[in-house]
């Protein structure tokens, strides 16, 4: 079963947990992929962000075998 936040219509999502839950490749990964699967949407019109330089590195080199990658940064 999806996280809530998957499948939520919220135009804003944030989802709080502890390092190492599951966040990125249970909920964020997810939710970016459903967003993106409507072809209207610009992958430049999504934003994932994260609060560790490293953090958004792997989030990075996770959405490098995705086609239409949105942007991920830091805070």
């Given amino acids: 079963m999806p996280h809530p936040a998957v499948t939520s219509n919220a135009r804003l999502i944030c989802v709080?947990?502890?390092?190492?839950?599951?966040?990125?490749?249970?909920?964020?990964?997810?939710?970016?992929?459903?967003?993106?699967?409507?072809g209207a949407v610009?992958?430049?019109?999504?934003?994932?962000?994260?609060?560790?330089?490293?953090?958004?590195?792997?989030?990075r080199a996770k959405l490098a075998a995705v086609d239409r990658a949105p942007r991920a940064t830091t805070v």
Avoid: M, N
């Avoid at 430049?44 to 989030?59: G, K, N, P, Y």
């Fill in 42 to 59: 610009d992958p430049q019109d999504v934003l994932l962000l994260t609060f560790s330089r490293l953090s958004a590195v792997d989030l």
């Fill in 16 to 38: 709080v947990a502890a390092p190492g839950s599951g966040k990125t490749t249970g909920v964020l990964l997810p939710k970016a992929e459903a967003i993106l699967a409507d």
